[in-house]
């Protein structure tokens, strides 16, 4: 028998029977155990039918009755069902009995291994093996610590020397602790024997791709068959590498492209340019999003961070001994017409006086709606219950919610020197991430243990709250100029340093229990108007000018991702040089440079002097190209990516450049003679742009909304 | 998103699109106050969502109004003031 301390890096099924981990000891060794695991599920519902499955068992699995509490319904009697993991008995049996009711049937095996040793992917354990059986597990750390010893992965970059979209790459640069060198795709026996000299030498953890799912990896499969030369991309050499197809899928009303992917055994693949948020919160952000919720490297990083939460709350509930309903049965219960129209809103949205404002602060609550939900105990079993023991969702959170605020204080005392602060920060953007989709799950249809009333609770309090917040701020003379769902924009004249809000953000924490934080103090604001009609306020769209000179920009052309690169460039130039003003006053004076910036651009342009990528323009194809009734540009584009034979699909991000002439677009990958260039229409755009942010100043002489003495 | 009542805005909108006939008969110069009258709605959206009416008009021709009060006293201030100098 051997012993060993490490970290949990990796597992998943055995094709035959149990569970393969990976394990990667503190002496470096990347350490293959199996174990056998059972997995346990129910069924419940009418005797006589649970008395015929139990029949059908009988010989194939271990059964028992047991009474298990159901979230929604209460305590229930079961048929407990125990395999093997590999087991498919589950499928027949639902086949054969589809009107029972099941529980925890499709949990991912990791979770269920997580809540049965209480062993965390990625984190510390000690292990005794016998061979490659694992016989005895325990865990040396807590996912909830705020430090954790690092895990030392070996990374493997490859990536391609073109975009394989434009053209066939004839390289891939390789890069690791080594160094990196570049390697020719041609010839492909040279690259797949000097590749494979490299794995095996390096033997990383990680490989980080880009354009790895849909091309490189698959590639790569289909070279190394053609030459007949081993590839061991998995390190678990007894698997092929799982390929994924990709499809087109409608959510929250917009139609989004899934990519292909390739996932590995023993070893991650992770392609950059298929990570979803990957470049909030790089990798480290993605362990700590693993690491919390035991969502697998490979899949976490492809999918987005509502796996996560729903992964979280399977956890809490095995180790609770709550059931996990394999298909939700909860249906909306009825309301009255009064009572929909009062529960039916989201978070408060102001509108707020249009215009700029000088020395104004933004205050926001912190993460206010999990706050909400923990504070409140928002869970589906709890509402409406007086004195209601802590509900699942609360019990789930409320570890995320304290490691979140903890590393944000941690955060706020370190240096940004220091060399442990980016990879906090990528931590704390991942958890915020995790944080800010689990209020949605509360209304999520599909979401397991979802109910609308609970969500319909988180937004009715926080609209209260944020409007006692205002009420609080009103009664210390502050003027409140915006709120959006957890924000405010107050200013009061004469109060401009961080230390004069103090007063303020205490008493409004005193009124609302929920911490609130000074976000930052603008020399001046800009509430933009609607473009339509310049006397309306619209919600979303301000730019501003922190006191740190940092400028701060929402619904304006810098924002919208369909904006080419050279507009928000000259757009942020523009804001930039107003932002050098100290004081509102003196921001006339800078106007004229910006005027200067816009025309020497337009010059720029005419002469030919901007690259044509920077025009590139990208939007998604909303639906199929022959569905659109008349083209939009978007659609052209398709079009003609069609019309040489690739293939697109809606959802696809689909990029192209405006042109003179009939055809007015060219998709970007058909290659452009930069004459062809729509100068006028690139102007346009540009003019478009800076007006936005030019047509406030000067500025006009503003009635105030109140008179001072209004205030009595 | 997934909302089941109609909201403020949509209500504004879709009222202002009942009344494009209306409109399109006044003067051009009317035109403009008429879409004053509803931008000064618009800029109580929230308020009137909070009311949780029934009907909403009224509660609509109330934020009319309340804009309305506000320019009255703002240019009633300014005329004390005026006279005072």
């Known amino acids: ?712 | 998103m997934g909302r089941t009542v109609t909201t403020i805005t949509q209500y504004l909108n879709e009222t202002e699109a009942m009344l494009a006939a209306f409109r399109r008969s006044l003067r051009r110069s009317d035109q403009y106050i008429f879409d004053g009258i509803f931008a000064s709605a618009r800029k109580h959206i929230t308020a009137i969502s909070q009311s949780d009416a029934l009907l909403p008009f009224e509660t609509v021709l109330l934020a009319v109004l309340l804009e309305q009060a506000k320019d009255l006293t703002a240019l009633q201030h300014e005329l004390e003031q005026l006279r005072r100098e």
């Open chain 1, 1 to 712: 028998m051997n012993e060993a301390t490490g970290w949990l890096f990796d597992l998943y099924l055995h094709p035959e029977r149990g569970i393969v981990l990976w394990f990667i000891t503190d002496e470096g060794v990347r350490l293959r155990l199996r174990m056998d695991f059972n997995m346990t599920f129910f069924a419940a519902g009418d005797f006589s039918r649970l008395r015929a499955a139990w029949v059908f068992l009988r010989e194939r699995a271990q059964l028992a009755r047991v009474r298990r509490r159901d979230l929604f319904l209460g305590e229930r009697d079961l048929l407990s069902i125990t395999v093997d993991s590999t087991s498919n008995l589950f499928r027949e049996l639902q086949t054969t009995f589809p009107n029972l009711d099941y529980y925890d049937a499709d949990i991912p095996i990791s979770l269920r291994f997580i809540a049965c040793t209480g062993v965390n992917l990625l984190g510390r354990c000690r292990l005794s093996y016998n061979g490659e059986w694992l016989l005895t597990i325990e865990p040396l750390s807590s996912p909830w610590a705020v430090q954790h010893d690092p895990l030392p992965l070996r990374i493997m970059r490859l990536s391609l020397d073109v975009d394989p979209a434009f053209r066939e790459p004839n390289q891939i640069k390789v890069q690791s602790e080594r160094g990196a060198y570049l390697l020719n795709l041609n010839p492909r026996r040279a690259l797949i024997i000097s590749l494979q000299a490299d794995i095996q030498c390096l033997d990383p953890d990680l490989i980080l791709t880009s354009h790895g799912d849909d091309w490189l990896i698959p590639n790569l499969m289909a070279w190394s068959a053609e030459t007949g030369l081993r590839l061991d991309l998995n390190r678990d050499r007894t698997l092929e590498v799982q390929t994924k197809k990709a499809n087109s899928y409608f959510t929250y009303g917009q139609i989004v492209y899934r990519r292909a992917q390739s996932h590995l055994f023993g070893r991650w693949h992770i392609d950059r340019k298929n990570a979803m948020l990957f470049s909030e919160y790089e990798l480290q952000g993605l362990l700590e999003q693993s690491r919390v919720t035991g969502v697998g490297v490979q899949e976490m990083a492809r999918k987005s961070p509502g796996v996560g939460i729903t992964a979280l709350q399977m956890v809490t509930a095995l180790r609770n001994e709550v059931m996990i309903p394999f298909t939700k049965q909860q249906a909306e219960k009825t309301k009255t017409l009064v009572n929909l129209i009062r529960a039916d809103k989201g978070g408060l949205i102001y509108q707020p006086i249009i215009g700029v404002h000088p020395d104004v602060a933004q205050i926001d609550f912190a993460s206010m709606y999990p706050s909400i939900i923990v504070k409140h105990n928002i869970s589906p079993e709890t509402l409406g219950v007086v004195n209601a023991p802590m509900g699942l969702i609360p019990l789930a959170l409320q570890p995320l919610l304290e490691k979140r605020l903890a590393i944000k204080d941690l955060l706020r005392q370190m240096n940004e020197r220091d060399c442990q602060y980016k990879e906090m920060k990528e931590r704390s953007a991942a958890l915020k991430w995790l944080l800010v989709v689990c209020f949605g799950y509360l209304g999520y249809k599909n979401a397991r243990f979802g109910r609308i009333e609970s969500h319909e609770a988180v937004t009715a309090i926080s609209r209260e709250l944020i409007l006692q917040a205002k009420e609080v701020a009103e009664n210390m003379g502050f003027t409140v100029l915006h709120m959006y769902v957890d924000s405010l924009f107050v200013q009061r004249e004469g109060t401009r340093e961080r230390m004069d809000f103090e007063p303020l953000l205490e008493a409004i924490y005193r009124q609302t229990k929920i911490p609130i934080a000074l976000d930052g103090i603008y020399r001046w604001v800009c509430f933009l108007p609607s473009k339509r009609d310049k006397r309306i306020p619209v919600p979303n769209r301000y730019f501003g000018v922190f006191q740190s000179g940092e400028v701060k920009y929402r619904g304006i052309a810098a924002r919208r991702r369909d904006t080419p690169y050279w507009v928000k460039k000259i757009q942020l130039q523009v804001l930039e040089c107003l932002a050098q003003a100290k004081t509102l006053t003196e921001v006339s004076s800078y106007i004229p440079d910006a005027h200067a910036i816009l025309a020497q651009a337009k010059r720029d342009l005419r002469n030919a002097q901007i690259a044509p990528e920077d025009l590139v323009v990208t939007q998604s194809l909303s639906r199929e190209v022959e569905r659109y009734k008349t083209p939009s540009p978007v659609a052209r584009a398709a079009g003609q990516l069609q019309a040489v034979g690739r293939s697109v699909s809606p959802g696809q991000f689909i990029r192209f450049v405006y042109i003179r002439g009939k055809e007015r677009v060219r998709a970007w990958e058909l290659g452009l003679d930069p004459r062809m260039v729509d100068i006028k229409r690139y102007i346009e755009l540009l003019e478009r742009a800076c007006e936005e942010i030019l047509d406030c100043f000067p500025i006009k002489v503003q009635q105030p909304e109140y008179p001072s003495s209004w205030l009595m």
